[in-house]
């Protein structure tokens, strides 16, 4: 199976304490966060990454190369800024797997990926999206779901609160050629465009509780 890494955003939050690369280089314990996203497809056997650059993409391929402990290591690069969901469809062209691990750059996540894509084949969802609690919903894309795990309601960072607390974790198992169906206006953004276009769908969770960490903030960066 291809993983996929999103990790083309410009990072503007973070600016003011990670300033000179992009924010999946950003340096935590003296190590890129991105190595450690790569040690997770390691150790679940994956062999092969895409990793989707746009703010300062040269900067990945400079500094990690093309083999990492054996994981090959290729590039998507965008000329222009495509969204989340542009991003991955443009990565797409170089996938060679029917599902693809889908992971969000900026956050880290501990999860058991057999039991998660196990579900996403046994209910042969297009979009499995993980899930995780938090004490601030506000800050990610918030779901509802029905008793079979259907996902019914997708809000990307909603400024109302609510009980539920679960939220999207950027971690996504999708099948290949539901990515190629994506629309192809740009840009064209996971969280806000095509999340909530598939709810009612083959578009299901799987809810964990290992630790969840986003870099996205200087706060949560520390």
């Not at 000329?79 to 062209?93: S, W």
């Not at 899930?131 to 960072?157: A, P, S, Y």
Request: charged share 25%; hydrophobic share 35%; proline share 4%.
């Amino acid at each position: 199976m291809d993983a996929v890494i999103l990790a083309g955003g410009l990072g503007s939050r973070l600016r003011g304490v990670v300033s000179d690369r992009p924010k999946p280089m950003a340096e935590i314990n003296r190590r890129p966060f991105i190595l450690y996203l790569f040690d997770q497809l390691i150790d679940i056997g994956l062999s092969r990454v895409v990793v989707s650059t746009g703010y300062l993409g040269d900067y990945f391929s400079r500094e990690l190369g093309t083999k990492y402990r054996g994981l090959e290591i290729c590039y998507s690069e965008e000329q222009v800024p495509l969204g989340t969901g542009g991003a991955l469809k443009l990565a797409a062209k170089q996938l060679m797997s029917d599902n693809v691990l889908v992971m969000n750059g900026d956050s880290y996540l501990e999860v058991d990926f057999v039991e998660f894509l196990s579900c996403h084949c046994r209910w042969q969802s297009e979009v499995t999206m993980a899930l995780t609690t938090v004490d601030d919903e506000t800050l990610f894309g918030r779901v509802e779901m029905d008793l079979f795990g259907r996902i019914i309601r997708f809000e990307e960072k909603c400024s109302d609160r609510r009980s539920s607390n679960l939220v999207n974790a950027g971690k996504y198992f999708i099948q290949k050629d539901t990515i190629q169906k994506m629309p192809t206006t740009y840009p064209l953004s996971l969280e806000r465009d095509w999340f909530p276009a598939l709810v009612g769908k083959k578009f299901y969770d799987y809810k964990t509780s290992g630790k969840f960490i986003d870099i996205g903030t200087p706060s949560s960066y520390q």
